[in-house]
């Protein structure tokens, strides 16, 4: 089993305030308009810490970690 | 000679210079968090600044002016110069010393105390909940005011009133800026922040200059009707 978790992001709720690309660039880039874009939401354990602090960061509480789906 | 320094000349202790000075830092340190609280609000972003940087600032500073508001009330308490209780730090206009400009000071505190929990808690509680009392920041921050303002033993020193000037120019501004950048959305809510952010520096203007600068302020201030000071309360006041 691994530790890996999912980013997701609640688009309806993000302000686009691009505050979670500034604290985890290693998986979220901003689009044009600044909202952000997650090419990749696996977050492997090593980064875990990052990514959770941009959960607590962004001012809307848009973006989640969630436990990855078991891998086929 | 005034009151309070005859009070100072009869009993002055480091604990009630304690007391002074760290409810003046908590003060400035209120109003910049607030004022930081607002722009992040309103999505500053300058260039230089990430914004998670101003976020972290804001944060930092409210634990900073808890860290100062219980060197305040701590030192206050055990200060004998005045005579407080632990129940006068939490319980609102329960003491016996100026039950009302004291009492203003602990409910500000309360509701400090409120905002800083549920934001400690706010990845559980959710961002509605969250937010409704983060609100009250902005009724803790004039009741702050007024309390220093009410029952200051500096209010009356010109650099103290520059200050008290300074942090009230500073978030009228930071609303007003606020209120600049919203949205077409709220309306009823910009308008009432409009009205309070204009009429909150009279009412200060006004009350300073009928209460705390005048004389006699020290005996009346123990009285909780005195604004506006009735003609009785003013011939009890002190020597002019
Ligand atoms: S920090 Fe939150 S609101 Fe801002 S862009 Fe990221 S998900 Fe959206």
């Given at each position: 089993m691994s530790a890996a978790k999912r980013l997701s992001i609640d688009r309806i709720a993000c302000a686009g305030r691009g505050v979670c690309a500034e604290l985890f660039p290693e998986r979220v880039d901003l689009d044009e308009w600044g909202y952000p874009v997650i090419p990749d939401p696996t977050v492997p354990e090593h980064l875990l810490g990052h990514a959770r602090r941009a959960v607590a960061g962004c001012p809307v509480l848009a973006l989640r970690l969630d436990p990855a789906p078991p891998e086929r | 000679m005034n009151t309070a320094t005859l009070q100072l000349a009869a009993g002055p202790s480091p604990l009630w210079y304690a007391t002074r000075a760290g409810g003046t830092v908590a003060l400035v340190l209120l109003t910049a968090t607030v004022v930081l609280g607002i722009a992040s609000g309103g999505q500053y972003a300058p260039k230089r600044i990430a914004r998670f940087e101003i976020a972290a600032l804001h944060r930092n500073l409210s634990l900073l002016t808890l860290a100062f508001l219980v060197l305040h009330i701590v030192t206050a308490i055990a200060d004998t110069f005045v005579h407080l209780t632990w129940w006068d730090a939490v319980l609102p206009f329960a003491s016996s010393y100026r039950t009302l400009w004291l009492g203003l000071g602990t409910l500000a505190f309360d509701l400090l105390l409120a905002v800083l929990a549920t934001s400690a808690i706010r990845l559980r509680l959710g961002v509605r909940r969250w937010k409704a009392v983060h609100w009250l920041s902005y009724a803790c921050w004039p009741l702050a005011l007024f309390h220093g303002a009410g029952t200051g033993t500096d209010t009356k020193l010109p650099l103290q009133l520059l200050l008290t000037a300074a942090c009230t120019a500073a978030v009228v501004a930071a609303v007003w800026w606020r209120l600049y950048r919203a949205g077409p959305e709220h309306r009823t809510a910009r308008i009432w922040g409009g009205v309070a952010a204009l009429v909150l520096p009279m009412l200060l203007v006004a009350f300073l200059a009928n209460?705390?600068?005048?004389?006699g302020w020290a005996q009346r201030?123990?009285?909780?009707?005195?604004?506006?000071?009735s003609p009785a309360a003013d011939r009890l006041g002190g020597p002019r």
């Amino acid at each position: 089993m691994s530790a890996a978790k999912r980013l997701s992001i609640d688009r309806i709720a993000c302000a686009g305030r691009g505050v979670c690309a500034e604290l985890f660039p290693e998986r979220v880039d901003l689009d044009e308009w600044g909202y952000p874009v997650i090419p990749d939401p696996t977050v492997p354990e090593h980064l875990l810490g990052h990514a959770r602090r941009a959960v607590a960061g962004c001012p809307v509480l848009a973006l989640r970690l969630d436990p990855a789906p078991p891998e086929r | 000679m005034n009151t309070a320094t005859l009070q100072l000349a009869a009993g002055p202790s480091p604990l009630w210079y304690a007391t002074r000075a760290g409810g003046t830092v908590a003060l400035v340190l209120l109003t910049a968090t607030v004022v930081l609280g607002i722009a992040s609000g309103g999505q500053y972003a300058p260039k230089r600044i990430a914004r998670f940087e101003i976020a972290a600032l804001h944060r930092n500073l409210s634990l900073l002016t808890l860290a100062f508001l219980v060197l305040h009330i701590v030192t206050a308490i055990a200060d004998t110069f005045v005579h407080l209780t632990w129940w006068d730090a939490v319980l609102p206009f329960a003491s016996s010393y100026r039950t009302l400009w004291l009492g203003l000071g602990t409910l500000a505190f309360d509701l400090l105390l409120a905002v800083l929990a549920t934001s400690a808690i706010r990845l559980r509680l959710g961002v509605r909940r969250w937010k409704a009392v983060h609100w009250l920041s902005y009724a803790c921050w004039p009741l702050a005011l007024f309390h220093g303002a009410g029952t200051g033993t500096d209010t009356k020193l010109p650099l103290q009133l520059l200050l008290t000037a300074a942090c009230t120019a500073a978030v009228v501004a930071a609303v007003w800026w606020r209120l600049y950048r919203a949205g077409p959305e709220h309306r009823t809510a910009r308008i009432w922040g409009g009205v309070a952010a204009l009429v909150l520096p009279m009412l200060l203007v006004a009350f300073l200059a009928n209460g705390p600068l005048r004389a006699g302020w020290a005996q009346r201030a123990d009285a909780v009707t005195t604004v506006p000071a009735s003609p009785a309360a003013d011939r009890l006041g002190g020597p002019r």
